[in-house]
């Protein structure tokens, strides 16, 4: 009925025409159920989509990392776990380590020096370190804690004289700025022998040393000794894991003896088997910067001593206590970067099938007793999630517990013990 009606309504104006009407009238009834047909598609497809896009987007937003290795918790920042889903075991998730399959940093045991500023007052300069020019401690809206702002054209000397040994460490955290008419940030580190105590602004302070120039354009690296005529005895640029401005940018560097690896997050720029001068007493840090390079804020400055021997310690001693499983402020997840220490302790598990071990995990004293034991329990579990998922070890083999504050190795007094009771203890069954 109502395709006749509209043939008849339709029919006076085109009397005269020589078109088939009917047919033109039938075949856009048919286009145009179609269309409703494919708009009833898409829009099934875009709802199914949008909730896929959801959950990836919901498990990515589980797996992000920023800040500091085993940094502190605070209850603020706890992670949102029921006390029925921890009823039996904590539920834990662990993040891909495809991109640190040939990352081999393994932090130093025996901690020399931590600096996170935590006992200086914003908008004072540090009281651990002298300087030339100046600089604040600050914080930032988006990276939790304090830090350092050198300012200026000049040189930041730790005033502590620190005993380098053959082996160790050091690790820290830069935020890269770039300053008003500056095209780069960049800012260089510098190690030395120098007898006395001295703040001064020579390129090449002391007997001996070698410099680490980090830059968003390229690293430079250079040792010298500066008794003789040319102090660059070694010299070169890297252009491999630049700095990037306004986001955290972890540096890690690993000497023994002559030899001396940097990193940039996972990527090493440096690996150099005769870097470090042999026959000096490195015993001096400070950090330079320029006007024309920018204004980085550093903190987390962690140096320590001797890489750990996980298998004598594991199998020999019975316990590996770790400062290389790395996680955020406050939360479970263990961060790539702690894919070194990780496949150590699978190698030694995977080599010795009888071997069954607890994982404990421990804080220091900062954040509510209950949050923090809460919290230790969570990450030893998300250390057994991964060693099974990543690596392969039986979790039958595996017990976990957490500690919390209890039972530290060192006094919560001061920011060297602090960091010596953030770790992770491995202990053999």
């Not at 829009?43 to 896929?52: I, R």
């Not at 054209?153 to 730790?158: M, Q, R």
């Not at 995977?350 to 069954?356: A, L, S, Y």
């Not at 099974?388 to 013990?417: H, L, M, Q």
Request: with cysteine; proline share 5%.
């Amino acid at each position: 009925m109502f395709l006749t009606g509209l043939l008849l309504l339709l029919a006076g104006s085109f009397l005269n025409a020589q078109i088939d009407i009917e047919g033109k009238i039938k075949r856009k009834i048919q286009d145009r159920a179609e269309q409703r047909v494919d708009e009833g598609i898409d829009k099934a497809l875009d709802e199914a989509e949008e909730g896929v896009e959801e959950a990836v987007k919901g498990e990515g937003e589980e797996k992000e990392e920023s800040e500091d290795a085993l940094e502190e918790e605070k209850p603020a920042a706890k992670s949102e776990t029921t006390s029925e889903d921890r009823a039996e075991e904590p539920k834990v998730s662990t993040p891909a380590f495809a991109t640190y399959s040939k990352y081999d940093f393994i932090p130093g045991e025996k901690v020399i020096l931590f600096e996170n500023f935590e006992q200086d007052a914003v908008g004072d300069f540090p009281a651990l370190w002298n300087t030339n020019a100046t600089g604040e401690v600050m914080t930032t809206n988006v990276y939790p804690g304090k830090w350092f702002k050198p300012m200026g054209d000049g040189v930041f000397l730790l005033e502590k004289s620190i005993p380098f040994p053959d082996n160790y460490t050091v690790e820290f955290d830069v935020i890269p700025q770039y300053k008003e008419g500056s095209g780069d940030c960049s800012f260089i580190l510098t190690i030395y022998d120098q007898p006395e105590m001295e703040l001064n602004d020579d390129l090449y302070p002391g007997n001996a040393g070698f410099h680490l120039d980090f830059s968003s354009n390229a690293h430079h690296f250079t040792n010298y000794v500066t008794v003789v005529d040319n102090p660059g005895e070694i010299s070169g640029y890297s252009e491999t894991g630049l700095l990037v401005p306004e986001k955290l940018n972890k540096v890690k560097i690993w000497v023994q003896k002559q030899r001396i690896r940097v990193y940039m997050e996972e990527k090493k720029i440096y690996d150099l088997p005769r870097g470090i001068l042999a026959g000096y007493k490195y015993n001096h840090l400070r950090i330079s910067t320029s006007n024309r390079g920018g204004e980085p804020l550093i903190s987390n400055i962690r140096i320590a001593a001797g890489r750990p021997d996980v298998r004598s310690k594991l199998l020999t001693e019975g316990k590996l206590i770790t400062y290389g499983i790395y996680f955020d402020t406050g939360k479970d997840i263990v961060k790539p970067e702690s894919y070194a220490t990780l496949k150590e302790i699978a190698s030694v598990l995977q080599e010795n099938p009888d071997v069954r071990v607890k994982i404990v995990g421990y804080t220091d004293s900062d954040g509510n007793d209950a949050s923090n034991l809460d919290l230790s329990k969570r990450r030893a579990a998300s250390v057994k999630v991964s060693l099974e998922k990543d690596f392969g070890i039986n979790a039958s083999r595996i017990e976990t517990d957490g500690k919390g504050e209890a039972e530290p190795v060192s006094s919560n007094s001061t920011s060297e013990g602090k960091a010596a009771n953030r770790r992770v203890e491995i202990i053999r069954l």
